[in-house]
């Protein structure tokens, strides 16, 4: 499907950019009055007033008296200056007008079009918030090809969503209306990071209304409100400010873990990434021990964990350790290799 850009592009093959024309025009009728203003000056010795006064009346065609009588000259010059000076004045109205209903006709498109392609998006995420943090976990969400929409009801974020055509809804991420034009029944999860934790609640309590199964993460500015998300219905409540602070200290106090973390979650050039990998139903690891698997020799990646279905977690999992349908394994390696490894627990038909 093609983006909005190229129909953008589209329009502008067919159409002369009316913002130029206008201000071609507006530079035209601006040379005209210094003109005019000079001319009545030189030929008929006015004062720079008075010849500025008699062209903007000649321009805008009031009909007023001229301010002293005129000769053949400045007869000659006037009619001139009218014959040229209401075509340039018509001439940027007309680019003018072109310029705003153009503009609005291009918005009306968009929109439309952004409309089609939110109604056919599903097993996405929703994006409650486009601030600062809102844009990095677009970033990531975009990096992983993941699809999702943005709610946003800040007219200042828009034009960064419409400039990086991100599928997005205006309007407040706590009415079921907007949740609902955003897909939010058919949606995978939703993700609000609005800028007080009393919108997240509210946000989280309309979201789980709307979709009793969709896994809903909330951003709590404050601790003692963690419970209260969770309590609206949030699967998993994170504290920028806790979380920031945890990695600070680990930068102090365990530097090289930290860069090994940043460079297996968050390195643009994804050499090395952790990823999930969940054993589906008749899976070729199901049933084996991770010694009987041998992933390591298999696909060359490392079982960090293993999240059993019982919601346990097995850290630094053992040889012995039987993989069950299910299970959600931690694995550490390359995308290549983890793209090997997924093979072998993806569901068999």
């Not at 943090?133 to 007219?155: F, T, W, Y």
Request: charged fraction near 20%.
């Amino acid at each position: 499907m093609r983006n909005t850009s190229l129909i953008r592009k589209e329009l502008e093959v067919h159409q002369v950019d009316p913002i130029r024309q206008f201000r071609l025009a507006l530079t035209a009728l601006v040379a005209l009055v210094v003109l005019g203003t000079f001319g009545y000056h030189i030929l008929m010795g006015w004062s720079l007033l008075d010849s500025l006064y008699m062209t903007v009346v000649t321009l805008a065609t009031v009909g007023y008296k001229e301010v002293h009588p005129l000769d053949a000259t400045g007869k000659g010059f006037t009619i001139a200056l009218i014959i040229f000076g209401v075509s340039t004045v018509f001439w940027a109205g007309a680019s003018l007008i072109e310029a705003v209903v153009s503009e609005q006709m291009w918005h009306a498109l968009q929109r439309k079009r952004m409309d089609n392609i939110i109604s056919k998006t599903k097993d996405h995420y929703i994006v409650c918030g486009y601030g600062r943090m809102g844009q990095q976990i677009v970033k990531d969400l975009q990096r992983e090809n993941v699809p999702h929409i943005v709610i946003e009801k800040n007219p200042e974020q828009l034009p960064k969503l419409i400039a990086q055509n991100i599928p997005y809804i205006e309007g407040d991420a706590s009415d079921d209306k907007v949740l609902k034009a955003a897909g939010v029944e058919r949606a995978r999860g939703l993700i609000t990071v609005a800028p007080t934790d009393e919108d997240n609640v509210f946000i989280t309590l309309s979201a789980r209304a709307l979709n009793p199964h969709l896994y809903i993460v909330a951003r709590s500015i404050m601790e003692d409100n963690e419970n209260k998300l969770r309590k609206a219905g949030a699967n998993r409540v994170m504290s920028p400010y806790v979380l920031g602070g945890r990695r600070m200290a680990a930068a102090v106090l365990r530097p090289n873990v930290l860069d090994f973390l940043e460079l297996a979650q968050h390195t643009d050039g994804l050499e090395m990434m952790i990823e999930e990998l969940i054993v589906g139903r008749g899976a070729k690891l199901a049933g084996k021990s991770l010694g009987v698997c041998d992933l390591r020799t298999e696909t060359g990646v490392t079982v960090l964990a293993v999240k059993k279905v019982s919601g346990e977690t097995v850290a630094n999992p053992s040889l012995n350790e039987i993989i069950d349908e299910g299970d959600v394994l931690i694995a550490l390696g390359s995308p290549s290799q983890l793209d090997s490894a997924q093979k072998l627990t993806r569901a068999q038909v």
